[in-house]
């Protein structure tokens, strides 16, 4: 970390109206380049050469059974709703502290939703808490992995394979994370990434579907909702003249031109992280030798975090707020996150109760995201640092 990125460089990369913005998306060197060779090509339909080739760099990234881009994370979950045929009198499983795709994607099939506390050591879902709103109804636990954490796979996988209950990974910000040197959404049937511009690794909007399991009838499933209901692959590999409609499905590939710009960043994932890690590790350092009354939520020893971004508790809701305007004074964007799903608006007008979940009812006001982003430099951490000291007076 050394030089100072001018405000204005970080100004036009982020639009942003603080010195120091929250996020600034990582911008690999040959995005560009690639863009234009996928315009030169003119292949832009999604099974493009660019297309192939970050499927097949994610593919052997993660080792998985299957994988596909998609145009989101969302996406990506709805396809894992689709495949297991979810609907009435089903129940999925989901931690109350998320964003709301990871429950729209399941809710939309007709299947109801069961929220889950969350363990406010990590901010996810609480295994002991999951443990009792097991039922016979429930299909799916959907394991969201906050903030480059890991959710408690041993145990939630423990739980759920006894009872033939599938597990979908909401990795959303886990890209690049490893658990024990395995990428994240590897490890229940289906896993989801994102490559919104908000995340790590971005193509401005995408994901991918990560698909974990050998069931030859979930894998055909796959492909055919991928097709948007159709046979098509089979046309696509000469072993059907046309295609007729098959299943449910919808269009959720990724385009050619995302995957170009989603191509240069996965070649630069390595100095990507480690410019994150850098960060991640003086902010650290920094909040330590300061002893403040604020408690950051590290990953475990077992977890390589790709340092998502720097979640912190504070004593009350009251001082979080302070923090923030503190912050945002000095041109430092920190943010709060999540409202308990179910105590939002859409939960409120579902029809059955979700009752009290008071881990995440008392801590998610108190939560604080510092800004982590490779945007910035030793002074932007001194700058965060400072603000943090003069805020705790
Ligand atoms: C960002 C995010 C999503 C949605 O990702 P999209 O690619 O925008 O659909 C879903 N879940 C979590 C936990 C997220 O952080």
Redesign the pocket.
Known sequence: MSGRNTATQILKTSGSSYALPFHVPHRARRQAAYVAEALRHGHLRPDGPFFQRAQAWLADHTAAERVVLT???????EIAALTLELGPGDDVIVPTF?????ATAFERTGARIVFCDIDPASMMLDPADLAHRLSDRTRVIVA???GGGVADMEAILALARSRGIHVVE????GFGTLRNDRPLGTFGTFG?????D??VVSCG???ALIVNTDDRKLLELVTSIVERGTDFALVRSGKKAFYEWTSTGSSFQMGELEAAILTAEFEALDENLAARKRVAAALMRGMETLALPIMPIHADAQTVSNFHFMPALTRSAREAKDLIASQRKRGIDCRQHYVPLHLSPRAKAMSYGHGALLEAESTWDRLVRLPVHTAMDAYDVEMVLEGLKAWAG
């Open positions: 145009n989101s994370c969302t996406a990506a979950l998320t964003f709301c795709a990871s969201t992995h906050y909401d990795a959303a910000q989801a990434f994102s490559f919104h908000t995340k909007q995408g994901g």
